[in-house]
């Protein structure tokens, strides 16, 4: 079975512009949460999809958004990029229901000059 | 106080003996509680969860829950090179199905030959 996947891998970008980040989850799977890791906060949701709906939502601004497709891929997007988003950002899937463990993708790193 | 706090370390121990690794989270409510491992410059890879009080064994390693004290642990048995990583602790808060994982800071281990 095909794991997440995440792209771009990498992405430079410079301030004020805006990133759209994919993600596909693993078959089958209809949750797919977003995390941002830095190095000084560590790994923190971003918000999480499940049938096209935003179910939670992490602690960040507005500039940070997301959308859920019909086929569970996923998109998340950063509008007016500051030099403080650079990061790892992180997808990851499960099957939405109960408990159920979630599963990373290999993340897209985020650069911004 | 920190949602899901883990002793940063580092912490060494020598190849073959067992490494504790421990997590405590503030959310009385919280259900489920899982375990990853990240190796630097790679996305957490999930090893253990656990959802109910006591001990869940996997191989070489073993989850333990304690609800009325607000702590997991993770004890690795016969330590092994390869399982130098940083560890991460992570604790749904979510509810009603929804996910949404607060991570520690993560534990950096070495186990040295």
């Known amino acids: 079975k095909a794991g997440v996947t995440q792209t771009p891998r990498y992405l430079i970008k410079t301030r004020g512009q805006q990133v759209t980040l994919s993600c596909s989850p693993i078959?089958?799977?209809?949750?797919v949460s977003w995390y941002q890791q830095t190095p000084g906060q560590g790994l923190q949701f971003l918000f999480e999809?499940?049938?096209?709906?935003?179910?939670n939502k992490g602690n960040f601004p507005g500039r940070f958004s997301g959308r859920q497709f019909s086929n569970s891929r996923s998109e998340m997007n950063v509008s007016t990029l500051e030099l403080g988003d650079s990061a790892l950002y992180l997808c990851a899937s499960s099957s939405g229901t109960g408990n159920q463990p979630q599963h990373f993708g290999d993340g897209t790193r985020l650069s911004i000059l | 106080q920190k949602e899901v706090e883990q002793n940063s370390g580092p912490l060494s121990v020598p190849e073959g003996a067992i490494a504790s690794l421990n997590c405590t989270y503030s959310d009385r409510g919280s259900q489920s509680f899982f375990w990853y491992r990240q190796y630097s410059g790679k996305s957490p890879e999930l090893i253990m969860f656990?959802?109910?009080?006591g001990d869940k064994e996997d191989g070489r390693f073993t989850a333990q829950l304690n609800k009325a004290s607000q702590y997991v642990s993770l004890l690795i048995r016969d330590s092994q090179p390869s399982d130098s990583a940083t560890y991460l602790c992570?604790?749904?808060?979510?509810?009603?199905?929804?996910?949404?994982?607060?991570f520690g800071q993560g534990t950096r281990l070495t186990i040295n030959p």
């Open positions: 078959s089958g799977h209809r949750s």
């Open positions: 992570a604790v749904n808060i979510g509810s009603g199905g929804a996910q949404k994982l607060v």
């Open positions: 656990i959802y109910s009080n």
């Open positions: 999809y499940f049938s096209e709906t935003q179910r």
